[in-house]
């Protein structure tokens, strides 16, 4: 008895879920960005992280293992101060790095967004970065391409800077005013040694390069009519005359082989129409039926076992 119950409970239940309409399946939103700081931490003698800004009163800090782990594209990473050096390679595309007053740390990843190199920082960034941020007296080596180098004096204007790739544009400015901007270093060129650029200036440019605007075409614009001058009159081609006396000899036909009529194939798109599909809607009062069915039948069971 007790099986039978559970049977029929099984079926009623498969039923409505067969009855059940087509429900949208949740969506997963991408991931948000996680901020990793990192510093080196004199009770452990090695360099740790852990989520979120530093603070020295939480001791829930890891080893940098797990970090290369759980890292993913997008992520921030924020090198704190301290007077060992950090090397890290991290094989993603980060969302951007600070080095906070790092004593020598050299990071590599296949790209960084957004770099910071603040006041008193000593850093080298291994792959291409888009917008360098280099403040005061940082020294750092960026050994790929530069897409923008943004050289700012806060306190003081002595940057030391190599790119081993190429840099687009550099702008030299504080918070006042913008002193020069540059264009098309070239690869390997750019040099700056406490403030003083000393790359050659046949390497870059002064001007950005010019591109050729494009002018959007009018839909409105119609092409000029040329008018006609009506005393101006063509030239007309003689005809050549006929003779009627010649005769053009007549090419016998050749018999024409009957071919067999074409069958009519049906097309792959209509047969790919009449092969049902995942998702379409079944037959609702079919499934009625047949879930109404199973509930008076396990019913029906039901009353003449317990009689």
């Known amino acids: 008895m007790k099986r039978l119950k559970t049977l029929v409970s099984l079926l009623a239940a498969a039923a409505m879920l067969l009855l059940m309409p087509n429900t949208d399946l949740p969506q997963v939103s991408a991931a948000e960005p996680v901020t990793y700081s990192l510093k080196y931490v004199e009770a452990n003698n090695e ?9 020295d009163n939480n001791s829930g800090h890891r080893e940098l293992y797990y970090l290369k782990e759980s890292i993913k594209d997008g992520d921030v990473i924020v090198v704190e101060g301290g007077d ?12 951007s790095i600070t080095f906070n007053h790092s004593h020598l740390a050299v990071i590599t990843a296949k790209s960084v967004e957004n770099v910071y190199v603040l006041r008193d920082s000593v850093a080298a960034i291994n792959g291409d970065v888009k917008n360098a941020h280099v403040y005061d007296n940082a020294v750092v080596n960026f050994n790929n391409n530069v897409t923008n180098l943004y050289i700012t004096k806060e306190i003081c204007g002595q940057q030391t800077i190599a790119v081993v790739g190429t840099v687009d544009y550099v702008k030299t400015s504080d918070a ?3 002193y020069n901007e540059m264009y098309n270093f070239q690869a390997n060129s750019f040099r700056q040694e406490e403030g003083i650029l000393k790359t050659d200036a046949s390497k870059y440019s002064m001007v950005p390069v010019p591109t050729a605007p494009i002018v959007p075409g009018d839909p409105a614009a119609t092409l000029p009519v040329v008018p006609v001058d009506p005393t101006v009159t063509l030239p007309v081609v003689p005809t050549v005359p006929v003779d009627p006396t010649v005769t053009v000899p007549v090419v016998p036909t050749a018999p024409v082989t009957p071919v067999a009529p074409v069958v009519p194939v049906t097309p792959a798109d209509s047969l790919y129409d009449d092969v049902p599909k ?8 079919g499934l009625l039926v047949m879930g109404a069915g199973i509930c008076f039948g396990g019913a029906y069971l039901l009353k003449r076992k317990s009689a």
Do not use: C, F, M
């Open 84 to 95: 060992q050096g950090l090397t890290l390679e991290l094989p993603v595309n980060l969302s």
């Open 176 to 178: 006042e005013k913008i």
């Open 47 to 55: 360099w740790r992280y852990h989520v979120g800004p530093w603070d």
């Open 278 to 285: 995942t998702g379409e809607p079944l037959a609702l009062p």
